[in-house]
């Protein structure tokens, strides 16, 4: 029979009928967790890229595929994508300062030195460059298995600012920098920078610029559509990070201060 929302205690008095709460997991979750935020957990990509992956077909729950949004997993089930195993994993945020003559990857068939030579003996965890910086160019570099925080440092949308520190092979003129700012057409469109200037007034082949934008080799190819060449190139600062007393070549962990600030987004 279908309870009423009232019951009659002592004396036939009515009162508010309260439902029994549910037992809950001796691990402490009452509901699970959402699949998408499970498999970004593991380090594998963002919850929005999980999303993808579930509706098509690529991730199995206890052996079963999951295509529909809103699944919950809980301790003891096993998650895999493609068959692989996935598994939560302690999250970790190296600071590198990448020297020159290192790609940004983490393998390399033609036996070149990476990014990942560098920091090795760091962790045990797989983590991944947040970004890219070419094999020449030095500087603030980020590396972790954090999905999601990856999503937000790369995408567009969220305009994490960099400056970078760039030598050229001559005297960068005022005309070019008012053009730098107002923008230039290359060839996947327009583009500007947000902030230029001489770091040293004296030497005007040192040149000082903030942006946005991830676009690949973006600073060189400004450079190069206004006919100058790019003799170093150094990232200095990166969503709030810089490599303050660091060493080229040498890394360190982020302090919870530093996560923390790029998680809530202080640091554009």
């Not at 690949?216 to 190139?233: A, D, H, M, S, T």
Request: net charge positive; glycine share 8%; proline share 2%.
């Amino acid at each position: 029979m279908k309870k009423s929302r009232y019951d009659t205690g002592k004396g036939g008095q009515k009162r508010p009928y309260v439902r029994q709460k549910e037992n809950r997991s001796h691990t402490g979750e009452e509901t699970g967790v959402r699949l998408n935020k499970y498999i970004a957990h593991t380090g594998l990509c963002s919850r929005r890229d999980a999303d993808e992956l579930i509706k098509a077909g690529k991730i199995s729950v206890n052996g079963k595929t999951v295509t529909e949004m809103g699944v919950k997993v809980v301790r003891g089930d096993v998650v895999k994508c493609q068959e692989k195993v996935l598994r939560k994993e302690n999250k970790v945020y190296i600071l590198l300062n990448k020297p020159r003559d290192y790609i940004t990857t983490m393998e390399d068939n033609k036996n070149r030195k990476t990014v990942y030579d560098l920091i090795r003996k760091a962790c045990s965890e797989r983590v991944y460059p947040v970004g890219r910086l070419d094999r020449n160019t030095t500087g603030v570099l980020l590396l972790t298995n954090d999905g999601e925080l990856t999503k937000i440092l790369t995408h567009p949308r969220y305009n994490k600012k960099k400056i970078y520190h760039a030598f050229l092979d001559k005297d960068l003129t005022r005309n070019d920098m008012e053009k730098m700012v107002e923008g230039l057409i290359l060839d996947d469109g327009l583009f500007n920078v947000d902030a230029v200037a001489y770091p040293k007034p004296e030497d005007k082949k040192q040149v000082g610029l903030e942006i946005h934008s991830g676009r690949n080799r973006i600073v060189r190819r400004i450079f190069e559509q206004l006919g100058y060449n790019v003799e170093k190139l150094d990232r200095v600062f990166f969503a709030g990070l810089t490599k303050k007393g660091l060493s080229r070549g040498k890394w360190r962990f982020l302090s919870q201060k530093e996560i923390a600030i790029l998680k809530v987004g202080s640091y554009k």
